[in-house]
């Protein structure tokens, strides 16, 4: 292995760095882990050279909110009703996941999410049947080489009592992960919690499951607003009340709750995950919330959700939102009092990097082309036929640009995908694993 600096070198550059800038020719420099330098032209004989011209080259894309385990049985359910999805991956499906459907499942979404340049992704991970079920998805997540945080769960095994008015606390078992997994934060993986939150637990509960977060030191990821049957547990107004609120929360969705609620996100330092796609095809689940975030300061991150019910890149999630937004913002049509009244592609590209690392707590580590930042980056082909000539390379990327034109893609300096193909990967042999496991999971003939 070359432990020789890494240059990248006459790409179009998006730094994502506000005192960086774009380099419309720039060079990075990255030795070992990290970024070292970040300008037009760099001087760096002793270092292995890409040639980027030609390339966008920007920082990985942040997921902050993922149902990883779900991958094998991806698009079943955008057409179905939803009551069948939550019945079915929730209810007896989900309970049946035996470790290798949640190992699978779990690798497979995050060599995909690699694929499509996401390097940091929150594997919300909602199927903690046993101890094991939580070390076959750690496990694939490693094996992956993905950035990853995982959010720990709750078990699918006698589902019911964990999610409707729940009297039963977190599983003490996210402490076994704490110690073995996850002792030191300054690792490629690292831990939150997978949250439930007033909408699904009893006050006491709840309370006592966000102190069990905060005395391990870790963040909270919580379902909040989907669906209009949750908007009058007003959970936020809740969890405010009971001064529980605070910077180390991400809520996720928030589509039908108050804009009291928002605002007092918004004074929190709550951040929000917004899973675009899954919103726009999951009926009934309430008008996803952009402009009312935006009016409050809040700049939300974006998430992949379920591939079950939409496809999981980011490029998706961003062309959705910017679509969505503009469809109706302008011309005095604001929905929100003091929301924007438009919304850029610059945006879109801030909220699916800096926005997503700060939403996943890790801001000081990657999300943008910094120095001293992990060197997570990709490599974008700006001469292939739906992208040359490129004339913006952020359009090109929130309007045109998918995980086919991605070349190269980088986590923590090491490559995990080159020239367009997964690097030291046996993509046949998971695609084997992922059909065996869908079969299983869905009754379905071998």
């Known amino acids: 292995m070359s432990h020789r600096p890494l240059l990248v070198s006459g790409g179009w550059v998006l730094s994502v760095d506000p005192s960086i800038g774009d380099l419309r020719s720039g060079d990075v420099l990255i030795a070992g882990e990290r970024i070292v330098e970040v300008a037009p032209r760099i001087e760096a004989p002793e270092a292995e050279r890409i040639d980027a011209r030609g390339m966008i080259v920007m920082p990985g894309f ?62 919300w991970s909602h199927v903690q049947n046993s101890p094991e079920h939580s070390d076959a998805a750690i496990a694939a997540l490693r094996d992956a080489g993905i950035r990853g945080v995982f959010a ?13 008015d729940s009297r039963r606390g977190h599983p003490q078992d996210i402490r076994r992960l704490r110690g073995e997994y996850f002792s030191s934060d300054d690792q490629l993986l690292t831990l939150a ?18 102190r069990l977060a905060r005395e391990l030191g870790i963040r909270s990821s919580i379902h909040m607003g989907a669906y209009a049957r949750n908007s009058r547990v007003r959970a936020i107004a809740q969890m405010h009340e009971c001064k529980a609120l605070g910077e180390d929360l991400t809520f996720v969705h928030c589509c039908c709750c108050g804009d009291d609620e928002i605002a007092m996100m918004a004074d929190a330092g709550v951040s929000a995950s917004l899973g675009v796609h899954c919103e726009l095809n999951a009926q009934g689940i309430g008008d996803i919330p952009l402009d009312r975030l935006l009016a409050v ?24 939102a910017f679509a969505h937004y503009r469809s109706w913002m302008g011309g005095g ?30 801001e000081r580590k990657v999300g943008s082309l910094t ?6 980056l990709i490599l974008i082909r700006g001469d292939d036929l739906n992208l040359t000539p490129v004339s913006d390379a952020v359009g090109a990327v929130v309007l045109a640009a998918h995980a086919g034109n991605i070349d190269s893609v980088f986590v923590a300096g090491k490559a995990v995908k080159r020239h367009g193909r997964m690097v030291g990967l046996d993509v046949d042999a998971l695609r084997r694993r992922a059909f065996a496991s869908q079969a299983y999971v869905l009754g379905l003939p071998t």
């Open 62 to 123: 942040v997921d902050t909110h993922r149902h990883t385990w779900q991958t094998c049985v991806r698009h079943r359910y955008a057409d179905i009703d939803p009551q069948t999805y939550f019945a079915e991956m929730l209810g007896a499906k989900g309970a049946a996941y035996r470790t290798e459907d949640v190992y699978v499942g779990t690798l497979l979404g995050a060599v995909s999410a690699l694929d499509s340049g996401i390097t940091t992704m929150l594997d």
């Open 152 to 164: 720990h769960g709750w078990p699918l095994v006698e589902g019911a009592s964990w999610m409707f």
């Open 193 to 210: 919690m997978a949250g439930r939150g007033p909408e699904m637990a009893q006050r006491d509960v709840w309370q006592s499951d966000l």
């Open 297 to 320: 300061g809040i700049r939300p991150s974006l998430s992949g959700d379920t591939e079950t019910k939409c496809s999981g890149d980011m490029f998706t999630q961003m062309r959705h």
């Open 333 to 362: 049509h604001s929905r929100a009092r003091n929301a924007p009244a438009t919304v850029s592609m610059r945006d879109m590209i801030e909220f699916a990097t800096i926005a997503g690392a700060r939403a996943n707590g890790l």
């Open 371 to 376: 120095p001293g930042k992990q060197a997570d």
